[in-house]
Structures are given as structure tokens and as C-alpha cells.
């Protein structure tokens, strides 16, 4: 049984910073796709960042430069270190495994198999 666990979240002030970790179970991690999606209230889900089996990443526009993925294939765990955080990032962060094309990019949820239950990220202004 696969399980992607979020954890890190929180409420911070803007300018602040935040890792989130995402902790997987029964998943050949080393050879799946990690990526982050957030959805905020009344939005829809939206793609943050990716990291391939080949530790290519991938950033939406909107956080480019100021999140950073990352992957410790040891601890089956996935990071997405946040800097300088902005009211905009208030959402709903999940981590998602894709496991049929581990190494192209994805930037939509529809190829992702699993996902996790989500952690709520607060950013006041």
C-alpha cells in the first residue's frame, strides 16, 4: 500500500520560510516522479514544482526562485523548501508520485498515481 505523508506546514508571516516534507511509503521512490500541487479556497489545484528520478526540476512561474525542491532517495522523502513566502502561497500543499514516466515533466495532476492527504500553509500579510 502506497502513502505520501505531508508534513511542515503551518502559519507564518510574509517574508517568512517553510520546508515542507513528504514522507512515502511502499513506492519504488527512487524511480517515481515527486512533484508538489496547492490548491487554495474556491481555485484549483495548480502545479508548484517537480522533481524527476533524474533530479531534473521543474517550478511554476509563481514560485520560481524563491521555492526549491529536493529528494533524499535514502529517506523515501521528498522537501520543498519555501523562502520569502507571500500571502498568494496560502493553499493546501500535496505531494504526488508518478511512477509510468518518472523522468519527463509533468506539470498537471492527471499522471500523478498517489497523492497525499495535504498540509495547510498560512502566509498572513
Known amino acids: 500500500q502506497v502513502q505520501l505523508v505531508e508534513s511542515g506546514g503551518g502559519l507564518v508571516q510574509a517574508g517568512a520560510s517553510l520546508r515542507l516534507s513528504c514522507a512515502t511509503s511502499?513506492?519504488?521512490?527512487?524511480?517515481?516522479?515527486m512533484a508538489w500541487f496547492r490548491q487554495a479556497p474556491g481555485k484549483e489545484r495548480e502545479f508548484v514544482a517537480e522533481i524527476t528520478y533524474t533530479i531534473y526540476t521543474y517550478y511554476s512561474d509563481s514560485v520560481k526562485g524563491r521555492f526549491t525542491i529536493s529528494r533524499d532517495n535514502r529517506k523515501n522523502t521528498v522537501y520543498l523548501q519555501m523562502n520569502n513566502l507571500k500571502p498568494d502561497d496560502t493553499a493546501v500543499y500535496y505531494c504526488a508520485a508518478e511512477t509510468d514516466l518518472p523522468g519527463l515533466r509533468h506539470v498537471i495532476a492527471e499522471p500523478y498515481d498517489y497523492w497525499g492527504q495535504g498540509t495547510q500553509v498560512t502566509v498572513s500579510s
Open positions: 511502499g513506492l519504488t521512490f527512487s524511480r517515481s516522479a
